[in-house]
């Protein structure tokens, strides 16, 4: 399995920007991405990577970290193949680089230590 993250850029404060997250390889086809967990997580220079969101497949349940609640709307796209985080209102901490990964499974995890297939991630800058 093959995560890959693109989507980010430059933006300044209280603009928004859109992840997204492709993935291939999964074992049910092409179209399986649909029967994973994806979480998307950002980690800033000298800080732990965090958990941002997640979405599973049951109902499409989804978590938010507190500090993205509100401001922050993650979403799939079975046809695309893509799950996005739309992201809106940004603020400076929001400065990162943006990861997306799976658990394996069709639920989401508390535990960073749970996701996989982590690939490169792309850079989110909020500056004026």
């Known amino acids: 399995v093959q995560l890959q993250a693109s989507g980010g850029g430059l933006v300044q404060p209280g603009g928004s920007l859109q992840l997204s997250c492709a993935g291939s390889g999964f074992s049910l086809g092409d179209n399986a991405m649909a029967h994973y967990a994806i979480g998307w997580f950002r980690q800033a220079p000298g800080k732990e990577r965090e958990r941002v969101s997640c979405i599973s497949t049951s109902d499409a349940g989804t978590f938010y970290a507190d500090s993205v609640k509100g401001r922050f709307t993650i979403s799939r796209d079975v046809a695309k193949n893509t799950v996005s985080l739309q992201m809106t209102s940004l603020k400076f901490e929001d400065t990162a680089v943006y990861y997306c990964?799976?658990?394996?499974?069709?639920?989401?995890?508390?535990?960073?230590?749970?996701?996989?297939?982590w690939g490169q991630g792309t850079q989110v800058t909020v500056s004026s």
């Open positions: 990964a799976t658990t394996g499974g069709p639920w989401c995890s508390r535990d960073v230590g749970d996701f996989t297939s």
